[in-house]
């Protein structure tokens, strides 16, 4: 049994014709595992790490936390730390006071709570900005003090809600290399909502994948990344390029798209269609010739993007537009618009995920 375990549980709101927030969600995180939940807004994430936390009750299913059933326990009786979007600190506080805060609601002395503050402010470094409040501080430094104030009172779980969203792209990757930074040396139980797939992937030991309520796929962020389960996940998590290919020889696993063969080196046996939606991630697709590669397409150039160390190159294969990224180096050429080139891949770059 893992640390916190959620066992089929559902969540309904309204009462005369009650609608789906979450269903049949059942999910197991170890102990000092960091488990993000990943997807679009309005898939359910959030409500279900407010149930976790004792904000919202589910409608059916069970919540245990370290062995104890906490599904309809008060969030004050749920040892869980809780960091919130919106940082939610107390204005008329110093930095000090907001750590202390749940200290103080635990009636804990004043030398233990100073001795837990400044190990706090050491933690986050900030420890000279203990005397500001919060509106003499930025937004990563307002988050940075809600995150030692979730984690001063000692929490088994340490449950955080988007809580990056609001920040600036670069304070954004800086803070979450901080926050994980912490939760490792900590070796404290994490669950993270997030609905962007970078910080997922970079965050996370596993990432639970939503979509409309219900979990797609729950895995390691390589699993996620390189093994998506369904056209959802796939479509979701990264860029993908997607095309219709008719089945040529099914045993063989030979495909075709605009009339160029190709090979996927297995069968297609569980496929009866004799047409199959293909992936292709566009890092995969090659624009130059590559040893590793037993396939290709014949391609003609319709656009390039620069991205920084990324340029995408879009092509057209048949009727089909398809992007192909490469790194940025400006000692190669690129192709121009209008001209014809041959992109590479291998069998084991291409997802067959759907009729």
């Given at each position: 049994?893992?640390?916190?375990?959620?066992?089929?549980?559902?969540?309904?709101?309204?009462?005369?014709?009650p609608?789906?927030?979450?269903?049949?969600?059942?999910?197991?995180?170890?102990?000092?595992?960091?488990?993000?939940?990943?997807?679009?807004?309005?898939?359910?994430?959030?409500?279900?790490?407010?149930m976790i936390?004792?904000?919202?009750?589910?409608?059916?299913?069970?919540?245990?936390?370290?062995?104890?059933?906490?599904?309809?326990?008060?969030?004050?009786?749920?040892?869980?730390?809780?960091?919130?979007?919106?940082?939610?600190?107390?204005?008329?506080?110093?930095?000090?006071?907001?750590?202390?805060?749940?200290?103080?609601?635990?009636?804990k002395?004043?030398?233990?709570?100073?001795?837990?503050?400044?190990?706090?402010?050491?933690?986050?470094?900030?420890?000279?900005f203990?005397?500001?409040?919060?509106?003499?501080?930025?937004g990563?430094?307002q988050?940075?003090?809600?995150?030692?104030?979730?984690?001063?009172?000692?929490?088994?779980?340490?449950?955080?809600?988007?809580?990056?969203?609001?920040?600036?792209?670069?304070?954004?990757?800086?803070?979450?290399?901080?926050?994980?930074?912490?939760?490792?040396?900590?070796?404290?139980?994490?669950?993270?909502?997030?609905?962007?797939?970078?910080?997922?992937?970079?965050?996370?030991?596993?990432?639970?994948?939503?979509?409309?309520?219900?979990?797609?796929?729950?895995?390691?962020?390589?699993?996620?990344?390189?093994?998506?389960?369904?056209?959802?996940?796939?479509?979701?998590?990264g860029?993908?390029?997607?095309?219709?290919a008719?089945?040529?020889?099914k045993?063989?696993?030979?495909?075709?798209?605009?009339?160029?063969?190709?090979?996927?080196?297995?069968a297609?046996?569980?496929?009866?269609?004799?047409?199959?939606?293909?992936?292709i991630?566009?890092?995969?697709?090659?624009?130059?010739?590559?040893?590793t590669?037993?396939?290709?397409?014949?391609?003609?150039?319709?656009?390039?993007?620069?991205?920084?160390?990324?340029?995408?190159?879009?092509?057209?294969?048949?009727?089909?537009?398809?992007?192909?990224?490469?790194?940025?180096?400006?000692?190669?050429?690129?192709?121009?618009?209008?001209?014809?080139?041959?992109?590479?891949?291998?069998?084991?770059?291409?997802?067959?995920?759907?009729?």
């Open positions: 049994m893992g640390f916190v375990e959620l066992i089929d549980v559902k969540k309904y709101f309204g009462k005369d014709n609608v789906p927030a979450v269903t049949n969600f059942n999910l197991s995180v170890e102990k000092g595992e960091f488990v993000s939940l990943l997807g679009p807004s309005g898939c359910g994430k959030t409500t279900t790490l407010r936390a004792g904000f919202e009750t589910p409608t059916e299913g069970k919540i245990i936390i370290d062995g104890v059933d906490v599904t309809y326990l008060p969030p004050n009786k749920r040892n869980v730390g809780m960091v919130f979007q919106s940082y939610a600190l107390f204005p008329n506080m110093t930095v000090f006071d907001n750590i202390a805060f749940g200290l103080r609601v635990k009636k002395s004043e030398s233990e709570i100073k001795k837990r503050v400044e190990e706090m402010l050491n933690l986050i470094h900030m420890t000279e203990r005397t500001r409040y919060p509106h003499q501080l930025s990563g430094q988050q940075r003090v809600a995150l030692a104030r979730a984690l001063a009172i000692y929490p088994e779980v340490l449950l955080l809600d988007e809580p990056l969203s609001a920040l600036d792209a670069k304070i954004r990757v800086e803070l979450r290399s901080e926050i994980r930074a912490i939760q490792q040396k900590l070796r404290i139980t994490t669950i993270y909502v997030t609905h962007d797939q970078e910080e997922a992937l970079t965050m996370s030991d596993r990432v639970v994948v939503m979509n409309k309520g219900v979990i797609e796929q729950v895995g390691t962020p390589q699993e996620i990344y390189n093994n998506p389960k369904t056209q959802f996940v796939a479509s979701f998590v860029t993908l390029n997607f095309l219709e008719g089945v040529v020889e045993n063989n696993g030979i495909l075709e798209v605009g009339g160029q063969k190709f090979s996927i080196g297995r297609l046996s569980e496929f009866a269609s004799d047409k199959v939606t293909i992936a991630r566009p890092e995969r697709l090659r624009i130059v010739p590559d040893e590669c037993n396939n290709s397409f014949d391609a003609v150039v319709t656009r390039i993007t620069f991205m920084g160390a990324i340029v995408r190159i879009h092509v057209k294969i048949g009727d089909a537009l398809v992007a192909c990224d490469t790194f940025n180096n400006p000692k190669l050429g690129l192709p121009e618009i209008g001209d014809k080139i041959r992109v590479y891949f291998s069998t084991e770059d291409v997802l067959v995920l759907s009729v």
